[in-house]
């Protein structure tokens, strides 16, 4: 995860269930701080990312628990 500032993303990784890695740039606040991403790195609580594609990139614009 990279983050912007303390309270937005610029960019995280997710890997699903099945070992998939996927990669989200981030437009604004989407939910979640950079905290509350790495709590749940370390925890592996899972989440549910909302995104958009465009030209292959995967654009997050929400996160939720």
Not at 11 to 25: D, L, N, R
Not at 41 to 51: A, D, M
């Amino acid at each position: 995860m990279v983050a912007k500032s303390i309270s937005d993303v610029q960019t995280f990784k997710i890997q699903s269930p099945t070992g998939e890695i996927y990669s989200f740039q981030v437009n604004g606040f989407i939910g979640f701080t950079p905290s509350h991403i790495k709590e749940h790195q370390v925890t592996g609580s899972p989440v549910t990312v909302r995104y958009i594609s465009s030209n292959n990139v995967l654009i997050a614009t929400k996160i939720t628990d």
